[in-house]
């Protein structure tokens, strides 16, 4: 047997290169793009038609700068015509960025300013015939301003920047924190953090702006349906039973007016006022006591926490409209017991948020 060894070194001829490439097209009219694939990509240049893979430098290059003129030429589908625009020519009340995140300095009523990781949400209205924004203009706004001790009034400026830089009628920017603030036990007198979950907004519609501070309180709930029933095992029965009491969870939000100052603490103050048994951050045996016998003395339904909270916030003049959401986590039940209460027009709604109160849980 003869075995005929290819020539590997030997240069094909240009009549040998040229079967192979009709061997080549040939076998690609007739392969899956998945074939191609598999075998090289280039391959379906070859097809007629196709327009050749250009020679493409893969060196990143670090010495390349963007003069004014190259930018000029970038390509910004967000801004181009009407025509791009999928789906119905519909106004956007909405559009914009969420969870964007940087450190801002704010004022607090007891312990000067206080620098804290806050989480920005950025929104326009968008007309039906504008396909999109440069969402980026957004965060630059806000870097802007973002140097500046923060206040609703520079709240204002950023809004006011990029609605401008974005032709926008309607806006609004929201900023979530975690607010810090230190607390005293009960009886013992040691003191710990305790953490609030504060929002600000600023909405702008119809060229009217309105103030939203958003917070969460959370507190223990003794059902007093529950209480009395321990109570008649206890006289009638020598039973020794113990009510039921849950974590529970306040979201206050609260439209604020006039030109006085509503502080973080002022906010946390009136929940304290309305439903005195907040969870504890530092607890001895002696606090743990106190706080069974603050919550007898404060038995408290989710309907009575709805309506203490509303009682405290109708008589503070720096707050309009509100809304208060309520959620007792029950021990007793398998569901949540909750409530909602608004006033004024800034929170009515007919629909609900399927979700809403799954927001309520407090995980610590």
Known sequence: ??????????????????????????????????????????????????????????????????????????????????????????????????????????????????????????????EAEKKGINMSRIMRSFYNHAERTFSFGVIEAALDDYKSDLESLDARIQMRLSFPMRVTSLRSGLQGYQYYDIALELIEQAGARKKIMHLDYVYSSTCPCSLELSEHARRTRGQLATPHSQRSVARLSVEIVGAQCLW??????????????????????????????????????VEDAARSFCGELLKDKRIGDFRVVASHQESLHSHDAVSILTHGETFAAQSLDPRLFNTLYHAG
């Open 264 to 301: 973080f603490e002022d906010l946390i103050d009136l929940c304290r006022a309305a439903v005195p048994t907040e969870t504890q951050v530092m607890v001895k045996r002696e606090d743990e006591q106190a706080f069974a016998e603050l919550n007898a003395a404060n038995p408290i339904f």
């Open 1 to 126: 047997m003869n075995i005929h060894t290819p020539e590997i070194d030997r240069k094909p001829s240009e009549q040998e290169a040229a079967e192979a490439l009709a061997l080549l097209r040939q076998w690609a009219s007739k392969a899956s793009d998945a074939e191609i694939d598999r075998l090289d990509p280039a391959v379906g240049g070859l097809l007629p038609g196709a327009v050749p893979y250009p020679d493409l430098s893969r060196t990143y290059p670090a010495g390349f700068e963007a003069d004014e003129a190259y930018k000029a030429s970038l390509p910004d589908l967000q801004n181009g015509p009407a025509s791009l625009i999928k789906g119905a020519r519909q106004q956007i009340q909405h559009v914009g960025i969420s969870n964007f995140r940087l450190p801002i300095r704010f004022h607090t009523r007891d312990n000067g300013d206080l620098t804290l990781e806050t989480s920005v949400t950025g929104t326009v209205s968008l």
